[in-house]
């Protein structure tokens, strides 16, 4: 029998999981993972290259692995862990660093987007964060990396890095390749369809959260911004706005953008608002719901992040030990 293909993909606990990074990344983890050897973390040493309240830090991490388990991936098949737990992570990012070149580094989007963004703390690990999202992933031998379209270009410099790597050692790391979803790779803001939706968006309208209360939900769908139009069709150049409700509605209900265009043909703005936030509602309720109950069980989530940690670190060491034999230090 085929061996299974393996997966990695993380999130950064830096805020609330939003419904972006449900429909461009873990909604795809779900659907994976019955079929993949999957590594699911949780990346918080890659949110400290922003400056986090230690307290937040350590409350939105444990969330975010209630919410991984509630969105529907089982902790005895897939490795769901800390990414601070496993050493390795920052071990082999050093490494990396000195296989990772200053120019490919100057070019990150999201480097030059966060460096603008946080212009007083534009610090080391802001700019060397792609080898550690490297290290991340060389570490499994990924084959896959499930994400949303912003994550392509470090998915991209992960294979550079990784060529450049094998190309003075041989064959250590595995090519990985991004996995990105047809539909939903990029949901936009609500408030401002021209910008992704993001966590760290300012505009509390803007964006949904995955544990947010439906009345909450319902009140930014039906505030979204649209345009001088009365009809509903998909047209992100001179339609962001609904064109990105579609894309929501689509993925929420599985219907393709012309049986939407069908349904709402006729009807304005007005139904189809409403009606994607009631598809978003119930699409989250019993995440929402999931999510609050194991988030009361602490020894259970301590279990599963342990047990995480203690798999994942079998497998990334074993990559690390080679790594540092293929460079030359002396082994222990
Ligand atoms: P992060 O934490 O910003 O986002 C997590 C995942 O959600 C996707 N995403 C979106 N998809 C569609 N529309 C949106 N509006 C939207 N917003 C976020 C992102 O593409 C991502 O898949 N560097 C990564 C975290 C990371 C990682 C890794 C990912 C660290 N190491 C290893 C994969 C593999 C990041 O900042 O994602």
Known sequence: ?????????????????????????????????????????????????????????????????????????????????????????AELAWVLDCYTMFGELSRMTQFKDKSAKYADNINAGLFTYPA???????????????????????????????????????????????????????????????????????????????????????????????????CVRYDPEKKPGISNLMTIYSVATGKSFDEIEKEFDGKGYGDFKPAVGEAVVEMLRPIREEAERILKDKAYLEKVYRNGAEKAAYTANKTLRKVYKKVGFVQK
Request: charged share 25%.
């Open 1 to 89: 029998m085929e061996e299974r293909k393996t997966i990695l993909s993380g999130i950064q606990p830096s805020g609330e999981l939003t419904l972006g990074s449900y429909l461009g990344a873990i909604k795809n983890w779900v659907s994976l993972s019955k079929d993949y050897n999957c590594y699911y973390c949780i990346v918080d040493m890659h949110a400290i290259t922003v400056r986090q309240n230690p307290a937040s830090l350590r409350r939105r991490t444990l969330e975010q692995l209630a919410q991984y388990i509630a969105c529907g991936l089982d902790p005895e098949e897939n490795t769901i862990f800390i990414q601070s737990h496993v050493s390795a992570h």
């Open 132 to 230: 550690l999202m490297a290290a991340d992933i060389l570490l499994y031998q990924a084959d896959l990396v499930p994400v949303g379209i912003d994550q392509k270009q470090h998915i991209e410099i992960t294979r550079d890095i990784a060529h450049r790597f094998n190309g003075i050692y041989g064959d250590v790391f595995k090519i990985p390749e991004p996995y990105i979803p047809e539909v939903g790779a990029k949901i936009m803001s609500l408030t401002s369809p021209e910008n992704k939706m993001s966590k760290s968006d300012k505009d509390s309208g803007g964006c949904i959260y995955i544990m947010q209360k439906p009345e909450d939900i319902m009140r930014s769908f039906k505030r979204a911004v649209t345009d001088s139009e009365t």
